[in-house]
């Protein structure tokens, strides 16, 4: 068996993602402007598709429904993709709004 058939994977995420695929805007950290695809999201975090490059530890902000900009910090970034953890979670009763906003326009 080869080293990468071995591999495995840890996800130290503290609540499960949920899977959409929703379009939005965002703003980088020299307001530049963000054309995004949202794939996963979290009331703590999410993991978006974005042609602009980013470092970890960049701040973003993303337009969501129900809950508008919210800010979130880049914890990695490979291939195009990026994921972040949002600055304040988003409220449950907020967040199952927004899910079904987003699962909605799939």
């Known amino acids: 068996m080869s080293g990468y058939a071995r591999l495995a994977v840890k996800d130290d995420r503290l609540v ?26 979290s ?24 809950v508008g900009v919210v800010v979130a910090e880049v914890r990695w970034s490979l291939g195009g993709r990026i994921g972040c953890q949002l600055d304040q979670p988003i409220a449950l009763s907020d967040y199952y709004e927004l899910l079904a906003i987003m699962v909605k326009n799939r």
């Open 16 to 41: 499960a993602r949920d899977e959409v695929h929703y379009r939005t805007r965002g703003f980088g950290a020299a307001a530049q402007p963000l054309n995004l695809l949202i794939v996963n999201i």
């Open 43 to 66: 009331a703590l975090g999410l993991m978006a598709r974005c042609e602009a490059s980013f470092e970890t530890g960049d701040r973003i902000r993303v337009t969501l429904p129900v």
